[in-house]
């Protein structure tokens, strides 16, 4: 209503309903979804709105800009022992392991494998860590989809401040379509350096004697791979992305800043954005922990502001 916000309309059983809040909307949607009901809401860089035929509510620049992620390379080393988890890449295996967990919540299944990890810094001139390491005891190929073919274990290596910053833009005005998604991965040459540094301290790691039991060839990014263009070419064409989308509608004060210190829209009566869109950088570790505390953070705004 104007500029402020009442409501959200919603598609139920083909019906479209109108759902009136009794204070005020809060989005929700996360760093990718947030922005896109934004913009298809009227808010957001007035001249891309008109472009695809929204009526302009809210002239907000900064939407679905400053999109932030972690991207990911993974060192993979053959495992001489069978203590990976390759053993249970069989449909047998597989069907043994998921009824465990059904039955008992134990097993294979009741963890991620993820525990392992820690935070160094890619080289001493750093002034704090700034990379972080996951360890997994297997080979993981095109973000799981395809299976391993021998036993093997990985670091995956990830610069945490990234200087590289892309974007979310709008196909259409239907919210049903897919939004532009233009994360802009290593556009700035100091992420390529700090992932190069990140395979260095990594390879270091693996190369420990606690580990020569277990350690066979490295499969990427290969033993052989040792210049700054070999390197380059292994991280252009295998990095992937950590599931770290972040800084869509950042919170701040400048021209760009979409939400306030409440978290509240700038320009829009009664509407919040609380999910991990609101970062203004990402932060140095996993988004789930810190988008746990925006939460909390919002609840206690929300139920104080009266």
């Known amino acids: 209503d104007g500029k402020k916000a009442i409501g959200i309309e919603v598609k139920i059983k083909n019906k479209v309903e109108k759902i009136y809040a009794n204070k005020e909307v809060i989005l929700s949607g996360g760093a990718i979804n947030s922005p896109q009901l934004l913009m298809i809401s009227g808010v ?17 620049e900064g939407v679905g800009k ?12 053959e495992c001489k ?14 069907l043994r392991i998921g009824i465990q ?17 820690g935070f160094c810094k890619s ?30 274990y990985q670091l995956h290596a990830s610069p945490n401040h990234p200087k590289s910053r892309g974007h979310i833009t709008l196909n259409s005005s239907n919210p049903y379509d897919y939004p532009k998604i233009q994360f802009n991965y290593l556009e700035h040459e100091d992420d390529l350096k700090q992932t190069r540094e990140c395979i260095h301290v990594a390879r270091k790691i693996l190369s420990q004697p606690s580990l020569s039991k277990h350690s066979g060839k490295e499969i990427g990014p290969g033993s052989d791979k040792h210049t700054n263009e070999e390197l380059n070419e292994y991280i252009r064409s295998k990095a992937e992305t950590a599931y770290h989308p972040c800084g869509t509608c ?16 700038k320009g829009i009566q009664n ?15 996993n988004l789930n922990a810190p988008t746990l505390m925006i939460a909390e953070k919002a609840s206690d705004l929300i139920l104080n502001s009266n």
């Not at 134990?106 to 963890?111: D, E, H, L, N, R």
């Not at 950042?250 to 829209?265: F, T, Y």
């Open 123 to 152: 080289s001493p001139e750093r002034e704090y860590p700034n990379i972080q390491f996951h360890f997994f005891p297997a080979f993981v190929i095109d973000h799981g989809l395809v299976d391993p073919d021998r036993h093997g």
């Open 44 to 60: 957001g860089p007035s001249q891309h709105l008109k472009d695809k035929g929204i009526n302009v509510v809210h002239n907000l």
């Open 271 to 285: 509407l919040r954005v609380v999910d991990a869109s609101v970062m203004p950088e990402i932060p140095s570790a």
């Open 66 to 77: 400053n999109l932030q992620d972690h991207l990911e390379t993974y060192v993979q080393q």
């Open 101 to 117: 967990w059904f039955l008992s919540k134990t097993g294979p299944c009741s963890t991620s494998f993820l525990e392992a990890g």
């Open 250 to 265: 950042k919170m701040g004060v400048d021209d760009m800043a979409v939400v306030d210190e409440d978290l509240k829209v």
């Open 81 to 94: 022992t069978s203590d990976t988890l390759y053993s249970y890449i069989n449909k047998l295996n597989m």
